[in-house]
């Protein structure tokens, strides 16, 4: 069983910047794709960004030109730096590994990690 762990997350000001870390607990970033989601409170979860196996990086439009995605190495961590801050982006962050994207598309894989929470404040 896969265990993925983020970390990383806090209570910013906006415009500031913050990296979340996603570990694993074994070769999964180089077996699959992976995807960070967050999920807002009253709101779905939604996708924001990910990376193929092979280490593309893909991005939701609405957090392009923000977020960068990057893996240490071929085991990672995976990490997601957020820049410029906004209040909207506050919600709790989470890692899914184990899926595969088609084109621009992430379908989840059965990884998921417990979430990490970012606050940010006006």
């Known amino acids: 069983q896969v265990q993925l762990v983020e970390s990383g997350g806090g209570l910013v000001q906006a415009g500031e910047s913050l990296t979340l870390s996603c570990a694993a607990s074994?070769?999964?970033?180089?077996?699959?794709?992976m995807g960070w989601y967050r999920q807002a409170p009253g709101k779905e979860r939604e996708w924001v960004a990910g990376?193929?196996?092979?280490?593309?990086?893909k991005y939701a439009d609405s957090v392009k030109g923000r977020f960068t995605i990057s893996r240490a190495g071929t085991y990672g961590p995976v990490y997601l730096r957020i820049s410029r801050l906004k209040p909207e982006d506050t919600a709790v962050y989470y890692c899914?590994?184990?899926?595969?994207?088609?084109?621009?598309?992430?379908?989840?894989?059965?990884?998921w990690g417990q979430g990490t929470q970012v606050t940010v404040s006006s």
């Open positions: 990376m193929k196996s092979l280490g593309t990086p």
């Open positions: 074994d070769n999964i970033f180089i077996r699959s794709d």
């Open positions: 899914n590994a184990g899926g595969s994207y088609y084109v621009d598309t992430f379908f989840a894989g059965d990884y």
